[in-house]
Nanobody, 115 residues
Framework: QVQLVESGGGLVQPGGSLRLSCVGS????????MAWYRQAPGKQRLRVAT???????MYSESVKGRFTISRDNDKITVDLQMNNLKPEDTAVYYC?????????WGQGTQVTVSS
């Protein structure tokens, strides 16, 4: 079964950091554009960071300068380093290809930013 598995979420205080990791089960992800998405309660799932197979990156305005996306195509991993976290970053975070493909969605990992 082709799938993506996210990990690394947790509870952190405002201003803190977390590093999320996504592992793919198949090498098909190694040459695809990948992205991190997040979904806050009652809101749509939004894309926050994108990385092409060549390592080119793009960020939403809400996270630019605070989040960094990276990948290792050999290990089939995509990471998201999140610094200076804010309460509005609270959400379930998912990784997927871009454009998103629903059958690849994993369970996500919860990030809660609160004092």
């Amino acid at each position: 079964q082709v799938q993506l598995v996210e990990s690394g979420g947790g509870l952190v205080q405002p201003g803190g950091s977390l590093r999320l990791s996504c592992v793919g089960s198949d090498s098909i992800f190694s040459d695809r554009t990948m992205a991190w998405y997040r979904q806050a309660p009652g809101k749509q799932r939004l894309r926050v960071a994108t990385i092409t197979s060549r390592g080119e990156t793009m960020y939403s305005e809400s996270v630019k300068g605070r989040f960094t996306i990276s990948r290792d195509n050999d290990k089939i991993t995509v990471d998201l380093q999140m610094n200076n976290l804010k309460p509005e970053d609270t959400a379930v975070y998912y990784c997927d290809v871009y454009p998103p493909y629903a059958p690849y969605w994993g369970q996500g990992t919860q990030v809660t930013v609160s004092s």
